[in-house]
């Protein structure tokens, strides 16, 4: 079995359910209201595991009910939590969530825990713990300098590295995460990233953006999400564009680490780049089909099945 070793956020989140998303200063009564566990992080864990995949998170969560919860969640999925680092005093992070009839979302995050996820812990890990072969897999919801510690050494160990720069960093940061094999940015994150204004009247050149990224951030291989129009891959050359699925979206939140997590077990089980990303496009529609976000993660058996009709 492939192995994916995930450092990131694990946070509870809050979701209202609202006709449309509100302006500044607007109020809108929602439909519903749910809590459900979260964080890009632990959602990435969650996604590599059902995908496939044996699955280590290192995270931070408060030592409180929201965190106990989270934890206990994560064992029932299979996943190794030995390394999530317990933070006494301190709340368990919370992302307060709004999503509208069109499937379309508006977050904002207190990290609480994720705050103290520090370089230390990292270091404080077993070499064995980072084991040439095995693909790890970062995001940007935990303190910037501890995901540069965790990309440096799981490639020094002869890993498979992966960025997810989710929140987009600044380029003066991309460069400290160099040793990143891969880089997998959305399209917002691609074009603040790049430097390319956010309201050009039309679509950005993907390819041109994707290498001013490898330029910046040395990675081998960028990968750009774009939503329903799947992604576009560039290593040495430009594959794609690779299509998505077409499916009817009921919830976009969790797409990207859907897409993330299948991606990550596909590169561990060796395949390249391009029939990675196609898979995990795959994994991201199957997760915008249903509500929620860990709850919407797809099976490795539903992910093989739509990507076998689509291709």
């Known amino acids: 079995m492939p192995r994916v070793v995930v450092f990131g956020s694990s946070n509870t989140d809050m979701v209202v359910r609202l006709p ?8 809108v009564l929602g439909r519903s209201f749910a809590t459900t566990p979260g964080g890009k992080g632990a959602n990435q864990a969650v996604a590599a595991r059902r995908a496939g995949a044996e699955v280590a998170l290192i995270t931070a969560v408060g030592d409180d009910p929201l965190g106990r919860e989270a934890l206990a969640h994560y064992r029932r999925e299979g996943i190794d939590v030995e390394g999530v680092k317990v933070v006494e005093g301190v709340s368990s992070g919370v992302a307060m969530i709004y999503v509208d009839d069109l499937g379309e979302n508006m977050i904002g995050v207190a990290p609480g825990a994720n705050r103290n996820l520090r370089p230390e812990d990292v270091d404080r890990l077993p070499d064995s713990f980072f084991r040439a072969g095995d693909v790890l897999l970062a995001s940007l919801e935990i303190p910037i300098e501890t995901a540069v510690r965790a990309i440096r050494r799981g490639f020094d ?24 094999i891969y880089l997998t940015p959305n399209r917002t994150e691609a074009m603040a990233m790049a430097g390319i204004p956010a309201d050009l009247p039309d679509e950005p050149d993907w390819i041109d953006c994707a290498f001013r ?25 430009p594959y794609g564009p690779i299509p998505a699925p077409r499916v009817d979206a009921v919830d976009t939140v969790g797409a990207g680490d859907a897409f993330n997590g299948a991606l990550a077990v596909a590169i561990a089980e060796g395949q390249p780049p391009d029939r990675a990303a196609a898979w995990a496009c795959a994994a991201a529609a199957l997760a915008v089909t249903k509500a929620g976000a860990q709850e919407a993660l797809p099976s490795r058996a539903a992910i093989d099945e739509l990507a076998r009709r689509f291709g």
Do not use: F, H, W, Y
Not at 213 to 236: D, F, M, P, Y
């Open 157 to 180: 160990a002869g890993m498979t590295t992966i960025l997810n720069p989710a929140p987009a960093p600044a380029v003066s940061d991309l460069r400290d995460l160099r040793e990143a």
């Open 20 to 27: 449309s998303l509100p302006a500044p200063g607007q109020t």
């Open 213 to 237: 990224l490898k330029e910046q951030s040395r990675a081998a291989c960028v990968v750009i999400t774009l939503g329903a129009r799947g992604c576009q891959v560039v290593a040495a050359k």
